[in-house]
């Protein structure tokens, strides 16, 4: 069994899908499985894909139901101990970091790594935390394109919910870190590069992604949702407060009382 199969989902995207393959087949280690699960492009992704037919495992070009259905594909077909999504766009950081890091891939379920991060004419280092607490992973999450995944890990919690449009893999790494309690580890190197633009990057996805978490939240963890909620009115309530406070101190009313000491001092 190879001990990484890497993943690169593609649809319509010639142009990301160039990048990925010469990231991915340029790097000086290349004892891993690769496998390409397109979804019936027609803009001439799958005979680009031919092209690199010498280098890679397994490929595919037929429909798919969305992203997350052509990612549960890549993971049925995958022999690897671990599995990394390079979709199309993604680029591995140089030429050199698998090797320089695939000693790493033992014993823990999730590995993962920084990622730089490139949107339009600025650039910068998406640094993850090492220690993935609850209220970061509910806020935040780590990077598919940056964390090599245990595939038994995907036995224990599930393939990805088709039934989400952009937070699937978000749900995932929930339920693996928070209910299933998996082993993890961060290596303090940048992995990976990742082009914004993507579906959940999207400013006009801004408002699916929100009721996606919160429909997440609500059927997985209804009881820490309730207790965020209840936090979140209090700071509204208090910030409301202090607003109303401050308006009042400017008052002319406040000011009058407070002349003839008919007030105390507020704070």
């Known amino acids: 069994m190879p001990k990484l199969s890497i993943i690169t989902i593609n649809y319509n995207d010639v142009i990301g899908l160039q990048r990925t393959l010469d990231s991915v087949t340029g790097q000086s280690y290349s004892e891993f499985e690769y496998i390409i699960i397109d979804g019936g492009s027609t803009d001439g992704s799958k005979e680009l894909i031919e092209k690199y037919t010498d280098k890679i495992t397994y490929w595919v070009s037929e429909p798919d139901r969305g992203i997350y259905h052509a990612m549960n594909k890549g993971i ?44 339009d004419d600025k650039q910068y280092v998406k640094v993850f935390k090492s220690d993935l607490s609850i209220d970061y992973l509910f806020n935040d999450t780590i990077p598919h394109q940056g964390t090599f995944i245990k595939k038994s890990l995907f036995s224990k919690v599930g393939l990805y919910d088709e039934t989400l449009k952009i937070v699937s893999d978000w749900k995932f790494f929930l339920l693996a870190l928070i209910k299933q309690n998996c082993s993890y580890k961060k290596i303090e190197t940048i992995l990976s590069i990742y082009y914004l633009g993507g579906m959940s990057s999207m400013p006009e996805n801004e408002g699916l992604n929100n009721s996606e978490r919160n429909l997440v939240l609500t059927t997985e963890f209804p009881m820490i949702k309730n207790l965020l909620d209840d936090s979140l009115k209090v700071n509204r309530d208090y910030n409301m407060l202090c607003n109303n406070l401050n308006l009042y101190k400017l008052s002319r009313k406040y000011k009058f009382l407070k002349y003839f000491n008919l007030v105390n001092e507020l704070p």
Do not use: R
Not at 102 to 113: H, M, Q
């Open 76 to 119: 049925e077909k995958a022999n690897g101990e671990y599995l990394l999504f390079m979709n199309s766009g993604d680029l591995f950081y140089n030429t050199d970091i698998l090797k320089e890091n695939i000693n790493f891939l033992t014993d823990f379920d999730l590995i993962y790594f920084d990622t730089l991060i490139i949107d």
